[in-house]
């Protein structure tokens, strides 16, 4: 019993963690042919909101029902693994990282997300909310410029072999690279 | 009589068996985030500085299965468990949307630690501030929405 309550607890390795992701893609092709994509959701939710935008105006309901479905289903995934089920030991970082980090001027907390950053009071810090409200802006503009994020182009588009999702996880790290050694050391100097 | 569970006659299912279906898929894919630290902002880092395989063994890896999976759904022409057949996205044709918007979404990817999954996870999780980064985000897709005649695509 302890023995499986540790394994639910994790951290898990990545070829534990990899394989069980990638089976996020079969799953929901078996359960009802579907495709495996979480940012069609911001699409979807603003969608919900009235608009007479083309680009906006259809069925959600019928097109993105099940996704927005599976998106609230990961928030109770989070509260299951996070919550009820958390690790007690702190995230691990590289000791490199860390050191990179610091030398930015921000220090390993052991949290999922630097609480510095991410919490409720650092909305009122110019970096907090920066990170927070650009970062967060350009997931969903960029997302949606790409048809496609994380799942479903560098998981689900490169598991189907699609060029586009080759390009656009170029792009990611294009970005992910020029953002995290030029922009995030003078935001976090903010 | 039709029940909220599965109706026997077609074999699709009720909206109440239709929703724990997609809830469950998504409870198992958050609680997948969590337990691998993908969705740590500082496993982002380690990723954007190469200063760990782990991301990329789990990116990798889960790439891999899927890939096997979607094969053997092509090569035996294989449907779902409703008997519906099993058609791939086609993306339409240009480059510049995918180099152009993946290098702004790597940009918010990097700042925030984490993609749309994961902001969901992280909520669930207890990391409430991540409902700011969600509501950004929707704000992102809905602004790209106004100008997107004016991209390039």
Same mark, same amino acid.
Request: charged share 10%; with cysteine; glycine share 14%.
């Given at each position: 019993m302890?023995l499986i309550?540790?394994?639910?607890?994790?951290? !898990?390795? !990545?070829?534990v963690?990899?394989?069980?992701?990638?089976?996020?893609?079969?799953?929901?092709?078996?359960?009802?042919?579907?495709?495996?994509?979480?940012?069609?959701?911001?699409?979807? $939710?603003?969608?919900?909101?009235?608009?007479?935008?083309?680009?906006?105006?259809?069925? !959600?309901?019928?097109e993105?029902? !099940?996704?927005?479905? $599976?998106?609230?289903?990961?928030?109770?995934?989070?509260?299951?693994?996070?919550?009820?089920?958390?690790?007690?030991?702190?995230?691990?970082? =590289?000791?490199?990282?860390?050191v990179a980090?610091?030398?930015?001027?921000?220090?390993?907390?052991?949290?999922?997300?630097? /609480?510095?950053?991410?919490?409720?009071?650092?909305?009122?810090?110019?970096?907090?909310?920066?990170? $927070?409200?650009?970062?967060?802006?350009?997931?969903?503009?960029?997302?949606?410029?790409?048809?496609?994020?994380?799942?479903?182009?560098?998981?689900?588009?490169? =598991?189907?072999? /699609?060029? /586009?999702?080759?390009?656009?996880?170029?792009?990611?790290?294009?970005?992910?690279?020029?953002?995290?050694?030029?922009?995030?050391?003078?935001?976090l100097?903010? | 009589?039709?029940?909220?569970?599965?109706?026997?006659?077609?074999?699709?299912?009720?909206?109440?068996?239709?929703?724990?279906?997609?809830?469950?898929? &998504?409870a198992?894919?958050?609680?997948?985030?969590v337990?691998s630290?993908?969705?740590?902002?500082?496993?982002?880092?380690?990723?954007?500085? #190469?200063?760990? #395989?782990?991301?990329?063994?789990?990116?990798?890896?889960?790439?891999?299965?899927?890939?096997?999976?979607?094969?053997?759904?092509?090569?035996?022409?294989?449907?779902?468990?409703?008997?519906?057949?099993?058609?791939?996205?086609?993306?339409?044709?240009?480059?510049?949307?995918?180099?152009? &918007?993946?290098?702004l979404?790597?940009?918010?990817?990097?700042?925030?630690?984490?993609?749309?999954?994961?902001? %969901? %996870?992280?909520i669930?999780?207890?990391?409430?501030? #991540?409902?700011?980064?969600?509501?950004?985000?929707?704000?992102?897709?809905?602004?790209?929405?106004?100008v997107?005649?004016?991209?390039?695509?």
């Amino acid at each position: 019993m302890e023995l499986i309550l540790a394994a639910l607890r994790g951290p !898990w390795p !990545w070829y534990v963690a990899g394989p069980l992701i990638g089976l996020t893609v079969p799953l929901l092709l078996f359960l009802g042919s579907k495709r495996f994509g979480l940012s069609s959701n911001l699409r979807h $939710m603003c969608a919900v909101l009235p608009s007479r935008n083309s680009y906006l105006r259809y069925d !959600w309901r019928r097109e993105g029902g !099940w996704n927005l479905l $599976m998106y609230a289903g990961i928030a109770l995934g989070g509260l299951l693994a996070g919550v009820l089920l958390a690790d007690p030991a702190p995230v691990e970082v =590289a000791d490199s990282t860390a050191v990179a980090l610091a030398r930015a001027g921000l220090e390993v907390d052991g949290a999922l997300a630097p /609480q510095e950053l991410f919490s409720w009071s650092s909305l009122f810090t110019v970096r907090g909310l920066t990170v $927070m409200v650009l970062g967060g802006f350009l997931v969903g503009f960029g997302a949606r410029w790409a048809s496609g994020c994380t799942s479903g182009h560098a998981i689900t588009g490169l =598991a189907e072999l /699609q060029w /586009q999702s080759l390009l656009a996880v170029a792009g990611f790290f294009i970005g992910g690279l020029l953002a995290t050694h030029l922009l995030l050391p003078l935001v976090l100097a903010l | 009589m039709r029940h909220a569970g599965s109706d026997t006659n077609t074999g699709t299912p009720g909206p109440a068996a239709f929703a724990a279906r997609y809830v469950g898929v &998504g409870a198992y894919f958050g609680f997948v985030l969590v337990n691998s630290e993908v969705v740590s902002w500082y496993r982002i880092q380690e990723m954007f500085r #190469f200063h760990s #395989f782990h991301m990329y063994g789990v990116i990798g890896s889960a790439v891999l299965v899927g890939m096997i999976t979607v094969w053997l759904v092509r090569r035996y022409e294989l449907r779902s468990i409703g008997g519906e057949p099993i058609a791939f996205k086609v993306f339409d044709p240009g480059w510049p949307r995918y180099l152009l &918007g993946g290098s702004l979404f790597g940009v918010g990817w990097a700042l925030t630690g984490a993609c749309p999954g994961p902001i %969901a %996870a992280l909520i669930g999780a207890g990391l409430t501030g #991540f409902t700011i980064v969600l509501a950004a985000a929707v704000l992102g897709t809905w602004t790209y929405a106004q100008v997107r005649h004016k991209l390039p695509h």
